[in-house]
């Protein structure tokens, strides 16, 4: 579908909001920004508006992230809602904004969203959001801010180009985006590899307490709230941790999990590919990609440990047979 075609289901539409999930990744954010900054161009008589939880500060790098909306309680009433890399269900205080607009558009890429729009355009086989967003729009339109955004957005969401979702077709179009003359290597260094010096201490901590199990070819840590608290972190702090934890050795599922609240985690996995980590997630209410999904727990720290090693055991077995 071209963006052309998203653009004829806007006709007529005097108020865009564009939205995605909790805790916004670089997917995420790059996402509505790009978007955002394209939809002003191609309809500037309408009024368009984001809503996102702050993103972190590493995203100030685009320009006109302040103009994002982090404050939810508006009884506004648009005539349509994009949201972007998540079904409805993770659009957090922003879900009666989305459920109230007059129509409902989804875009992601997340295998496990069923559609949550008046239109759905979920595809699991791209790379990220960014890049299926780059084949919705009118090429002419996009300019060196919206091609910034989309690239840190594929950058983040296949590891700088590291991770399998990196296919042909996502390299031509990082080659294409190259082509606006930004500088990229100081745009990646900068959102992706760059880490505070209290971000550091705290993934050495999470690293350092981290435990093997499964005859080792699993691994899991966590960081409770009394640590966080010690450490003056937040979740924004916590980015990385779980794919630091992936890359050690014979390891084919990295678990890492912090405290939310009371007997409450936020879980991130992430597997080498024999573990269908989304599958998992999926089972406690969560969701993601085969070799990287996440969702929230309920329970002690061991018993959510527990009931994830069931599920990710029952697949190691299947590999086996």
Do not use: W
């Given at each position: 579908?071209?963006?052309?075609?998203?653009?004829?289901?806007?006709?007529?539409?005097?108020?865009?909001?564009?939205?995605g999930h909790v805790r916004p990744d670089g997917d995420c954010v790059c996402s509505v920004m790009a978007?955002?900054?394209?939809?002003?161009?191609?309809?500037?008589?309408?009024?368009?508006?984001m809503y996102l939880e702050e993103p972190p500060a590493t995203f100030h790098v685009l320009e006109g992230i302040e103009e994002i909306k982090s404050e939810f309680n508006t009884d506004k009433s648009y005539d349509v809602f994009i949201a972007l890399d998540c079904n409805d269900e993770r659009l957090g205080d922003a879900l009666s904004i989305f459920r109230r607009a007059r129509k409902r558009i989804n875009i992601d890429h997340h295998i496990s969203n069923t559609g949550s729009g008046d239109i759905n355009i979920v595809e699991p086989e791209r790379s990220s959001t960014a890049e299926l967003l780059y084949d919705l729009m009118e090429p002419e339109l996009v300019d060196t801010?919206?091609?910034?955004?989309?690239?840190?957005?594929?950058?983040?969401?296949?590891?700088?180009?590291?991770?399998?979702?990196?296919?042909?077709?996502?390299?031509?179009?990082?080659?294409?985006?190259?082509?606006?003359?930004?500088?990229?290597?100081?745009?990646?260094?900068?959102?992706?590899?760059?880490k505070t010096y209290v971000?550091?201490?705290?993934?050495?901590?999470?690293?350092?307490?981290?435990?093997?199990?499964?005859?080792?070819?699993?691994?899991?840590?966590?960081?409770?709230?009394?640590?966080?608290?010690?450490?003056?972190?937040?979740?924004?702090?916590?980015?990385?941790?779980?794919?630091?934890?992936?890359?050690?050795?014979?390891?084919?599922?990295?678990?890492?999990?912090?405290?939310?609240?009371?007997?409450?985690?936020?879980?991130?996995?992430?597997?080498?590919?024999?573990?269908?980590?989304?599958?998992?997630?999926?089972?406690?209410?969560?969701?993601?990609?085969?070799?990287?999904?996440?969702c929230t727990m309920n329970g002690t720290y061991h018993d959510n440990i527990n009931n994830l090693s069931h599920e990710i055991a029952a697949q190691l077995k299947k590999e086996q047979k």
């Open positions: 579908m071209k963006m052309k075609k998203i653009s004829s289901e806007l006709q007529g539409a005097k108020s865009i909001a564009v939205g978007l955002y900054r394209y939809l002003k161009k191609e309809l500037p008589q309408a009024e368009i508006d801010e919206i091609a910034k955004a989309i690239y840190i957005g594929i950058a983040h969401d296949t590891g700088v180009f590291r991770y399998s979702n990196t296919s042909p077709h996502t390299l031509q179009i990082a080659a294409e985006l190259l082509k606006f003359g930004f500088d990229f290597s100081s745009l990646i260094e900068e959102t992706f590899f760059e971000q550091t201490q705290i993934m050495g901590r999470a690293i350092l307490e981290s435990v093997r199990f499964m005859d080792d070819r699993c691994i899991v840590s966590m960081v409770s709230r009394r640590m966080m608290e010690f450490y003056q972190v937040g979740p924004k702090d916590l980015d990385g941790i779980v794919n630091q934890l992936q890359g050690v050795r014979g390891v084919d599922c990295a678990i890492f999990m912090y405290e939310t609240g009371t007997l409450e985690y936020k879980v991130s996995m992430r597997s080498n590919g024999l573990v269908d980590v989304s599958k998992v997630a999926v089972k406690f209410g969560g969701g993601g990609h085969v070799r990287a999904a996440g």
